[in-house]
């Protein structure tokens, strides 16, 4: 291992502002930076935002301005709140499908018995992951109710997945028996090894979400499982995009959906300098996501 860097003197809001012009940005209402940086920190608008603008450690491109920067992450927010409805959405659709496909197979607490999937081990640690979300959700009425008044204190499964995170839910689907995955994936229409990468890709995604983190122009650490149609057309599978056609096809049903993709249209209209192509949209990309 080379020598270890050491870490940044702190910088005042002034500071930082002079910093930005010393190596190139364009700040032409220093005020209105200053407001900014105040409310959005330095790492998370600047370093986060500043990707293509510059190379690491070097001047940012030729008239790029503090405001492309400010654009870049309010296009961000924007987007993240609107993709997180849908996923919302999903994971209800998934709560509900799932619970009631097992608990009509295995009984309302076949959960708790480990002959019912297909991994004992990882049986174990679903079980501890589920006490450690009862005990968070413990003043929930729903769970005092089954904690106190029904014999061992369990929850039933249509019960207990609402106390799911969406990570466990997909834990929970992934240790299914394969007959039962297909049973649930075929309610969507999909293939049970596609849903199983999708649920996956898309709690991550959801995360990313809810710390309110960044999307735009950022690579996917969960890739799922892409449709040849599409790998054939040249869509990756480690950016938001790739996710996005994956989320379509568990909401194709879902009168929103065309709404939902008008809704990314105009934000692309609206903040002109996003760069589609950073999160894997291909030119066509309204069309792929339209079409059944």
Not at 81 to 100: D, G, K, M, T, Y
Request: hydrophobic letters at 35%.
């Amino acid at each position: 291992m080379g020598e270890l860097k050491q870490h940044q003197s702190p910088m005042t809001v002034d500071e930082q502002v002079e910093n930005l012009k010393s190596i190139g940005l364009i700040v032409e209402d220093e005020e209105y930076a200053k407001k900014i940086l105040n409310d959005i920190s330095y790492f998370r608008l600047v370093k986060a935002y500043s990707l293509n603008l510059k190379p690491k450690n070097g001047h940012y491109n030729n008239k790029t301005t503090f405001k492309e920067l400010v654009d870049l992450y309010l296009f961000n927010a924007n987007f993240r709140q609107i993709i997180f409805p849908e996923i919302e959405q999903i994971e209800i659709n998934v709560r509900c499908r799932l619970a009631n496909y097992f608990a009509d197979q295995y009984g309302v607490l076949g959960y708790l018995d480990a002959k019912n999937f297909a991994d004992e081990e990882y049986h174990k640690e679903f079980l501890s992951d589920i006490e450690e979300e009862i005990r968070r959700n413990s003043k929930a009425p729903f769970v005092r109710n089954f904690r106190e008044n029904y014999e061992g204190g369990n929850l039933p499964i249509y019960a207990l997945v609402e106390v799911f995170s969406f990570g466990t839910l997909s834990k929970f689907y992934k240790n299914m028996h394969n007959k039962d995955k297909k049973a649930v994936a075929k309610t969507f229409g999909v293939g049970y090894t596609y849903i199983e990468s999708w649920l996956e890709s898309i709690s991550y995604v959801r995360n990313i979400c809810a710390h309110y983190g960044r999307l735009y122009n950022a690579k996917m650490s969960k890739t799922p499982m892409l449709y040849k149609e599409y790998t054939q057309a040249g869509i990756g599978n480690n950016r938001i995009y790739g996710v996005l056609l994956c989320m379509k096809h568990l909401l194709k049903n879902d009168t929103h959906w065309n709404l939902f993709v008008d809704k990314i249209d105009m934000l692309f209209d609206k903040y002109e300098r996003v760069q589609t192509s950073t999160m894997g949209f291909p030119e066509n990309w309204k069309d792929m996501l339209l079409n059944k």
